[in-house]
Each structure stands twice: as C-alpha cells, then as structure tokens.
C-alpha cells in the first residue's frame, strides 16, 4: 500500500490520533487506510450420509480438495455467502442448518466459518474454480489430499459431532507451525 | 474508490476473468482492489450477575450504551479481538468462554461477533472510547439508550439463556427496515 484511494497521492504509516496502531494515511488528502481480516465462508453441505467435496482447479493448493468456500463479499450475509459458494464451486443447492465451525488464522488475517447444510438433491457439477466434485462418504475422504487445515479440522470434527449424535458450534485457532498431526493451541466450543 | 494503492494511477470497475463481480482494476498496473466484510467484534463480559457496559464517546451513537466492541485487526483471532476491546473501551480483564452470537449486517457490510467472558474482578474503567463504564443487574440495563440492533439482539439472548440456564451459539440477520419491536427476518441457533 503506497498510495491514497482516494487521492492518489503517496500515503506513509502513522498512528492517527486516538488510534494505536499505524495505518497508511494520505500525505494529502489525510484520508486513513484500514486494513482489516478478511472472512472466508464456506458449507459442510450433505446428501444423505455423504459430504461433498471439491477438487480445487485454482491456486494455492490447485488439484487438493476442499469444501466449497471462499471470499465473502460485500452486501451479503455469512449464510448467503455459504450458499453462494457451494452454487459457484460446486453447483449444489444446499438448505443451511447453522454455523459450524469458526477458525481463527492470525497469521494471514483470515477467519474462516464453515455452515452445516443438506442438498435437496445429489446434484452438483464442477464450477470454474473445481476440477471436479463429489460426495464423499466418511471412508471415502481424501485426508491425504486435503487443501487447507481449517477443512480438515472442520470434517474431523464434523464426523465426530455426527457419530456423536449432536452438533454444536467449535471454534479453533490456527497457528503458523502447527501440523497435521498436533491439536491447535486454544479450542472453545460452545457446549464445553 | 479512484485510485490504485499500488502504482496511483486511476482506476476503474470492471468484472476480472475468472470473476463475476466488478472490483476496482487500476488501468496502468492491473491491480485488483477486492472489497470486503468487515469483523467487529465484541464481547458480554459479566461479573457474577452484572455485565459490563460502556457509554460511547465517539459516533456514531455518541451518548448511547453499548457492549465493548470494536473492528477486529490484523495478527488476532476473535477471541483476542474480543478481549482487547474489552481491555480497550471498558478497562476490563475478561476470560473468554465462547462465541454467542454472530450477527450478519449485509447493507453495512459488516459481520459483528460477540464472545461470552467472565471478568475476574469487577475493575473497570473508562477507556478513550467511553465516556463512562459500569456494570448492569438484568434490570438495570438502559434498553432505551442502547447504541446498536445487534448489540440489543445480543443482550436479549444473552438474558435469555442465562434464564433458561443453558448458553448456546445464535446466529441473526439484521435488515434495514427492522425497528427494534419486530423481530429479524431469520434466526438460526446451534441448538435448534
């Protein structure tokens, strides 16, 4: 960030008054740039016992598989931005249950929150951004080839809730050197 | 929106390949502006029966009670956000115990999300963006003078299931034309 969008004039970093953290401001104009965490939304959508997938046909990770997610955008809500998603990428209708999952990445300013859902119907079909889809019964998945750690956190705990009988609402911090095979540092759920 | 924060020069809104939307393209460099979602997020931070709330110094609804709350940054999670608000606008120490409630707002492009915390002391005291702070009885809370909808919303449910002796995770939309009397459009909740 080096200029004003306002203005286009050069911005430089400073703490405007009563703030406490620099933001790029306008040598100009004064306009202040906030630069905030972005969300990204995405659905465990199912038909009947199976969970669809996407194998993704974009970078990063291009050719893993992921749930349909992405980007929210402006003027729509968190649930909107789900079925949003699961139409573009997998095109799949899906009936919204209730927010699932939500994954805090501090490190790349990101949150990312998972609805649960069920399709009226087994139809889906690759969008632009998927090579193919599918649905996957819980031995079919493809945990080797997997594209971001928030998934797989959100199918591992969404079979678990499944077997169990009861779904609630989990909430998970992601950090930088966590892997695989290690629980993340802080986990709340909303029934403890 | 008019110029590119990369090279300066104008920009203009165009729909990217590979995209369906209109974004902000600098005609000279090509640079993509995507605008997105803001998080606030907040937190009912009590102190045994009491919660903690906090009179706005700054507009909007400068004057009017409302839970600590503010835009999540860069480098946190929500939960951290949370706490740092309440650290920030209330002097408050809160431990955090889980998200309540996320509240979509799609005609203001914002997502606000509230934690439940409780305080481990009752030590609070005005920060720069109050103008005073206190704790509130259920009865005692200033209904009429209340700074936001989903701050409302949030207090209600938080009433709610303290009542009823069980928190669980809820989800609102909030429109334009709801005044605070009808109840909004739709309502999810972890635990139907």
Chains 1, 2 share one sequence.
């Not at 405007?16 to 939304?41: A, E, K, Q, S």
């Not at 996957?136 to 009988?165: N, Y």
């Amino acid at each position: 960030m080096s200029f004003c969008i306002r203005c286009g004039n050069a911005t430089a970093l400073a703490v405007p008054d009563g703030d406490n953290l620099p933001r790029h401001i306008c040598g100009t104009c004064g306009h202040i740039h906030y630069d905030n965490p972005r969300m990204i939304v995405g659905c465990i959508a199912t038909w009947e016992d199976r969970i669809l997938l996407c194998r993704r046909a974009i970078e990063p990770r291009l050719g893993y598989w992921t749930l349909p997610a992405g980007f929210m955008e402006n003027g729509e809500t968190t649930a909107e931005a789900a079925r949003r998603e699961t139409l573009e990428e997998a095109g799949a209708q899906v009936d919204i249950d209730a927010a699932f999952a939500l994954v805090s990445i501090a490190h790349i300013n990101q949150v990312h929150l998972f609805y649960r859902g069920r399709m009226p119907s087994p139809a889906c079909a690759a969008g632009e951004e998927s090579l193919e889809v599918g649905l996957f019964r819980a031995d079919e998945i493809p945990w080797e080839a997997l594209s971001f750690r928030s998934v797989r956190l959100c199918l591992e705990q969404f079979l678990a809730d499944r077997q169990r009988g009861d779904f609630s609402f989990h909430e998970r911090d992601l950090i930088p050197d966590w892997h695989g095979d290690h629980p993340p540092t802080n986990a709340r759920n909303s029934t403890p």
